[in-house]
């Protein structure tokens, strides 16, 4: 069986460009990961994902701990057979969207104890009660039980937050045990503090891991504190381990993660969006409710092969959306994921020819041109 | 160019299978045509509608007047590209959905006046205006503008309607004009009543038509009085012609129709009831948001081979649906739509065969097995 494994194929400045290994197929990095919160990319199948580009999805532990349950998934054979997505998964931990979305959460040394957001039920996550839902989930890659900080933190308050995700990730580690072709990464804290930050690297080093997480950003901190956080926080990590930027992020903040040295980012932000009509292109963004749209033949984008761009117009993309049918969600998700595929593609191109500058420079100077004339 | 044209191929009893030609394909009949109302299929991208075997939709006058109005669609190329569907449509007349959805309707010898239900703006529809939004939209099958009589009617009600009716068709027939490729359909009325029909058959033939339809039918009869209409109705219809049953129906609608003599349908039916879960397969319905599916990890139908059946279990549906994703209105949608294609082409192979009396046989004993036991 092939075991989990990274290699770097080539680095232009920080940016790099590689593959990571797994039983269940290749990862070409620098990867976008969709999101497939409820065993299922909202509005897409998974053959259509894969036709997108994407190697692999990211799956929410909390979500399916709740519905249908980790053991219920793991009775009918795991959560790739029962999406109908046979290559890699990575789940995340739960932490996250405990904090997020669900009620009466109490936090301990322990774990977490919270209210389903569904149905009210009681609930404890804690390390090793994470390892043991993504385990009978089959993720390929799990994630440490962490407690993303919020921000803004005063820093005492960073530090202590900080110095339980680390022994939680001890706890994380110790849980996970032996689990050939199956890899858990540890998650990067300390909010915008350096000197946190490295603490933060030196004990998940210290610990070992298969890749690494930076985590904490994209919570509030607006893009110029999150570069500035990335400037640094990415080379406090292994060189030849998978960094991964959680939840980020829209194309602009993408660019700026690999030119920082991130490998792998998740976000909904591109399925989301195409179910509220907000299309990302070459050019920027457009809203297809906007009535400029309304007779406008031309597609979202003349150079996009996806089949929303091949086969209809924005007339019709209008139209669908403002009649609120669900092939408006299906074909501008569509849209939405193959561009941030595409984005992806092309910077593991360019890193790979050395152009990753040239590529920036052309990544932005298209989205300030904005979008084509109305007609 | 092709000229719209029907073959008869071979008949077993009164049932019948054929082929229509048209510009822009051939429809196999006994035909189903799935409903498209506001410019797609509810769920379904139009490629994988026709990888169901449809061979012709359905779209809807009223919706399509109304939005996105059938002049902007002609002037973005026609109903059949803008909603990315190349082979043949039928459009119905929009005079039973201005009845049943409408509001503020006033009917008059001249046609009918009406409030939009989306955004209260005032229409008319009148037999001349509907063969002009329906050749706006360039549908390939065009019906008569007529009213639908409602069920049950008083026998001097019907008599009136239906006569109105007839008057409407020589209107449309005139309105329509010389187009080649494209056809009028007639329909005829007259309720319950058998010379109301006969009366009805021989005014349309009179007038002369490319096809016929049964209307008037569907509309809260049951079956049984239906196929007590259909016992004689059909066969007033002249059987060079296609043979179309409005607005119909159930899967044993369906094959006691083609017993009967039709050879075109349409129902919003599998569609519809894609998206709220109850599934059609050969041992009858079942609705997948009942808990005993829940653990199953069984296809809806294991000799069913749409996606839906060939990748994913009753549990996983189970689970979709109840989390209220698109994914579950896709796949189920498909399903049915995939159901109720198979169920025509088996009755086509069967009347070719001269096995229809069999098939039908072999239906219902599928039938009364009902759905497989729990697990």
Same mark, same amino acid.
């Given at each position: 069986m092939t075991q989990f494994s990274f290699d770097l194929h080539s680095t232009d400045g920080k940016a790099r460009t590689g593959i990571i290994h797994t039983p269940r197929g290749d990862i070409r990095t620098p990867a976008f990961m969709p999101v497939g919160t409820a065993a299922t990319v909202k509005a897409m199948l998974p053959e259509? +994902?894969? %036709?997108?580009g994407a190697d692999i999805?990211?799956?929410?532990?909390?979500?399916?701990?709740l519905r249908p349950t980790a053991e219920r998934i793991a009775n009918l054979g795991g959560l790739h057979k029962f999406m109908n997505w046979?290559?890699?998964?990575?789940? /995340?931990? $739960? $932490?996250?969207?405990v904090m997020s979305l669900s009620d009466l959460r109490k936090m301990s040394e322990q774990g977490v104890t919270f209210k389903s957001h569904i149905d009210g039920s009681l609930h404890e996550?804690?390390?090793?009660?994470?390892?043991?839902?993504?385990?009978?989930?089959g993720s390929d890659i799990v994630m440490c039980f962490d407690e993303c900080t919020p921000h803004p933190a005063p820093k005492d308050v960073a530090l202590k937050s900080m110095r339980m995700s680390m022994r939680w990730a001890q706890r994380s580690r110790d849980a996970f045990g032996d689990r050939p072709g199956h890899a858990l990464f540890g998650i990067q804290q300390g909010s915008v503090f350096k000197d946190q930050r490295e603490e933060s690297a030196e %004990?998940?080093? &210290?610990? $070992?891991?298969?890749g690494y997480a930076v985590g904490g950003l994209a919570v509030g901190e607006g893009q110029e504190t999150m570069f500035q956080v990335l400037d640094y926080a990415p080379d406090m990590l292994p060189a030849d381990?998978?960094?991964?930027?959680?939840? +980020?992020?829209?194309?602009?903040?993408? +660019? $700026?993660? +690999?030119k920082r040295g991130i490998d792998m980012f998740d976000c909904v932000l591109p399925s989301r969006s195409g179910r509220t009509g907000q299309i990302f292109t070459r050019h920027g963004v457009l809203n297809i409710k906007n009535a400029r749209h309304k007779d406008?033949?031309?597609?979202? /984008?003349?150079?996009?092969?996806?089949? %929303?761009?091949?086969?209809?117009?924005? &007339?019709y993309l209008h139209h669908v959306f403002k009649a609120q049918e669900i092939i408006a969600s299906m074909l501008m998700t569509w849209h939405n994921l193959h561009y941030y595929q595409?984005?992806? %593609?092309?910077?593991?191109?360019a890193i790979a020819a050395g152009t990753f500058d040239a590529f920036e420079t052309q990544f932005h100077a298209q989205r300030a041109q904005g979008d084509i004339e109305p007609l």
């Open positions: 259509n +994902v894969r %036709a997108t999805l990211l799956g929410n532990t909390y979500h399916l701990m046979e290559r890699p998964i990575l789940t /995340d931990s $739960g $932490g996250f969207q996550i804690t390390p090793e009660r994470s390892m043991e839902i993504q385990r009978l989930l %004990a998940l080093k &210290a610990i $070992g891991f298969e381990k998978p960094r991964y930027l959680m939840g +980020v992020g829209k194309p602009d903040d993408l +660019v $700026g993660g +690999v406008d033949p031309r597609p979202l /984008d003349e150079a996009c092969t996806c089949p %929303a761009c091949r086969s209809y117009s924005r &007339a595409e984005l992806m %593609a092309g910077m593991r191109d």
